[in-house]
């Protein structure tokens, strides 16, 4: 049985409705990351969860229950916000254990307790620090220290990361994880870093318009986008309209592509850049694009060709020692295992 679900929901803020008929299911101990670009509904689907928005229609259900209209602090989840939300006067150990205090713990506990979490997350020596006189990585662990003090059985987090450079979001996205796993915790963490999600989840949900356009674990999505639309989200730029006749599949210039599907209506394959195959000179054959270099760009470890075609204009990435020019005829292979096929929307 799923530890969180929400079954047919529908929420937003006033008359915005952003969840309609919204359905996902979230398996105990899983750190499910919610993925799509701004305004696709990952942040409502999360606030929802939390009770910070109201559920117009449906059901939020935990372990069973109905949490619907269960009051936030009576939940007893924790909540990371993107923009920490410490307390600038109180000191790193009074952040912690804010929670602590408010659910009327003994003072001996909160002592042992905060003293253990910072240590977790490594701030030790870190107690009488004001926020204002630490680094944006410390004070994100301040922030996940006092969520996680509270033992919660669930842990939310809205882009913890977003506000740090690249090399702390690397650091503290291992940080998290390890926590996650060491402390046994169900997380739902929201992000539009394809790159960070991928790196922690047990499943990611890719979400667009206030629904999910597909849910599973990290490498299924990577390598068998079920859509357009979540493919061109992980990384497929080269889309080829495909169309029936004759028994197979061809392109409009009549190059034949071979799908592995039994699908009548009309297809289109697809491919990476960095897994298209770029030959010199006009090949044809099945899966073969003749075209011409439009424009070179280089990568450092790779060169990126826009290439023309009768089809439309594809790109390419190739080993930076492979060198050609505009104008320079080439012809594109999809290399069968690297291409997928998905119904032309």
């Known amino acids: 049985m799923a530890l969180l679900e929400l079954k047919n929901v529908s929420a937003g803020y006033g008359k915005n409705i952003i969840l309609k008929d919204f359905c996902i299911s979230i398996e105990e101990g899983m750190l499910v990351s919610l993925l799509g670009s701004s305004g696709c509904g990952k942040t409502t689907t999360l606030r929802t969860m939390a009770g910070f928005?109201?559920?117009?229609?449906?059901q939020f259900l935990f372990d069973g229950r109905d949490y619907t209209h269960?009051?936030?602090?009576?939940?007893g989840f924790g909540y990371v916000f993107q923009s920490y939300a410490l307390f600038p006067h109180l000191n790193v150990f009074d952040n912690v254990a804010f929670g602590l205090k408010r659910q009327h713990v003994n003072r001996t506990d909160?002592?042992?307790?905060?003293?253990e979490m910072l240590g977790r997350v490594g701030l030790d020596g870190f107690a009488d620090r004001l926020p204002a006189d630490m680094s944006g990585g410390q004070r994100q662990r301040v922030a996940?220290?006092?969520?996680?003090?509270l033992k919660p059985r669930v842990l939310l987090m809205d882009e913890?990361?977003?506000?740090l450079d690249a090399r702390l979001r690397v650091e503290m996205r291992v940080e998290i994880r390890r926590l996650q796993q060491e402390m046994g915790i169900t997380a739902v963490y929201v992000t539009h870093d394809q790159e960070e999600c991928f790196s922690i989840s047990d499943q990611v949900a890719i979400m667009n318009n206030g629904h999910i356009e597909q849910m599973d674990t990290p490498i299924h999505i990577y390598n068998h986008p079920v859509n357009e639309f979540t493919a061109r989200f992980v990384g497929f730029e080269n889309f080829v309209p495909l169309i029936r006749e004759g028994?197979?599949?061809?392109?409009?210039?009549?190059?034949?592509f071979d799908p592995?599907?039994?699908e009548t209506r009309p297809l289109?394959?697809?491919?990476?850049?960095?897994?298209?195959?770029?030959?010199?000179?006009?090949?044809?054959?099945?899966?073969?694009?003749?075209?011409?270099?439009?424009v070179a760009t280089f990568l450092g470890k790779q060169m990126q060709y826009l290439v023309r075609t009768a089809e439309g204009n594809y790109l390419v990435n190739t080993a930076a020692g492979m060198l050609c020019a505009p104008h320079d005829p080439v012809t594109i292979f999809f290399p069968p295992d690297k291409t997928i096929y998905t119904v032309d929307e």
């Open 53 to 58: 928005i109201d559920v117009v229609d449906g």
């Open 260 to 262: 592995d599907k039994a």
């Open 110 to 115: 909160i002592q042992k307790r905060v003293t």
């Open 144 to 149: 996940l220290a006092r969520a996680l003090v």
């Open 268 to 294: 289109k394959a697809a491919c990476r850049p960095e897994d298209l195959q770029l030959l010199p000179g006009h090949e044809g054959g099945i899966r073969h694009l003749e075209g011409e270099i439009v």
């Open 160 to 163: 913890p990361l977003s506000n």
């Open 70 to 75: 269960t009051p936030i602090h009576k939940r």
């Open 247 to 256: 028994g197979q599949y061809r392109t409009a210039s009549g190059v034949v």
